[in-house]
Every structure is written in structure tokens, then in C-alpha cells.
């Protein structure tokens, strides 16, 4: 069974950083492409940044690029968000999410077949 279980959410002001950690099992990590997304209230949910689990390449939503990062750690399992100079804009509730590697292309913008609970993330101004 399939379970990702992410942590690491808090308060912070703006131009602080957090990490978010997901804990991934029931698969594994390089049949997958794992990533985040996120919703922000009153907002739709939308993909913050995403991985591809075999061979490394990531994508980024635009408003994040040079901010965030994703990581994974292959052999704990983890996969990793660190959020740096945070915005208010970023506040919202942050959710692991992973979808197996298939012949689509690699989009983070896109459906994904399984996600954890969600982590709340609120910046300060």
C-alpha cells in the first residue's frame, strides 16, 4: 500500500525557510515521480515542484523557481521541500504526492495517483 506522510509544516515570517519531509512507503521512489503541491485558501490546488524518481529531473512552478528545492533521500525514503525566502503568497496547506513513472510526459501540472495528508505552511508578513 502506497502511504506518504508529510511533516515540517509551521509558522514563519517572511524571508524565513522551512523543510518539508515526506515519508514514502509501499513503493519505490525511482518507479515514481514524487512532488509536492500545494493549496492556498480560497485558491485550487497547484504542483510546486515534482521529481522524477529513475533519473533526477525536476520541474518547478514558476513563482518558486530559485526558492525551493526537492530532494529525496533513496535510502530512508524520504522525500524533502526546502522552502527558502518564504512570501506570504506560499502560505497554504502543502500535500506529498507521488504517481508512478509512465509514458506520459513528464508534467508537474497534471494528475497524481496518490497523496498524503496535508501540511499547513503560513508565512507572515
Not at 480560497?42 to 525536476?58: I, P, S
Not at 508512478?100 to 508534467?107: A, E, N, T
Request: net charge negative; with cysteine.
Amino acid at each position: 500500500e502506497v502511504q506518504l506522510q508529510a511533516s515540517g509544516g509551521g509558522l514563519v515570517q517572511a524571508g524565513g525557510s522551512l523543510r518539508l519531509s515526506c515519508e514514502a512507503s509501499g513503493f519505490a521512489l525511482d518507479s515514481y515521480i514524487i512532488g509536492w503541491f500545494r493549496q492556498a485558501p480560497g485558491k485550487e490546488r497547484e504542483g510546486v515542484a515534482c521529481m522524477d524518481g529513475y533519473d533526477g529531473r525536476t520541474l518547478y512552478e514558476d513563482s518558486v523557481k530559485g526558492r525551493f528545492t526537492i530532494s529525496t533521500d533513496y535510502a530512508e525514503k524520504m522525500v524533502y521541500l526546502q522552502m527558502n525566502n518564504l512570501e506570504p503568497e506560499d502560505t497554504g496547506v502543502y500535500y506529498c504526492v507521488a504517481t508512478p513513472i509512465g509514458p506520459d510526459d513528464f508534467l508537474l501540472q497534471r494528475g497524481f495517483d496518490y497523496w498524503g495528508q496535508g501540511t499547513q505552511v503560513t508565512v507572515s508578513s
